[in-house]
């Protein structure tokens, strides 16, 4: 796995938590390999799904404390 996807797990595991994330991981995984049948588009959606929390994230990290 090269060095910019594995910082980009490690991203994704510390910003949405360890059990969600690695479920999300896992599943795309799976999905590479071959081991679940799915279209293409399943990897995208997961990419999306992470992409949309992570963005909802940093702006709730962005609003400023009471």
Same mark, same amino acid.
């Given at each position: 796995?090269? @060095?910019? @996807?594995?910082? %980009?797990?490690?991203?994704? *595991?510390?910003? =949405?938590? #360890?059990? %969600?994330?690695?479920?999300? *991981?896992? *599943? +795309? *995984?799976?999905? @590479?390999?071959?081991? $679940? #049948?799915? !279209?293409? %588009? =399943?990897?995208?959606? $997961?990419? !999306?799904?992470? !992409?949309?929390? =992570?963005?909802?994230?940093?702006?709730?990290?962005? +609003?400023? +404390?009471?």
């Amino acid at each position: 796995m090269p @060095a910019s @996807a594995d910082n %980009r797990n490690q991203r994704i *595991l510390a910003l =949405l938590g #360890e059990r %969600r994330a690695q479920a999300l *991981l896992e *599943l +795309k *995984l799976r999905v @590479a390999r071959g081991e $679940i #049948e799915s !279209d293409a %588009r =399943l990897a995208d959606a $997961i990419d !999306d799904l992470i !992409d949309e929390v =992570l963005r909802a994230r940093a702006k709730e990290a962005q +609003k400023p +404390k009471p």
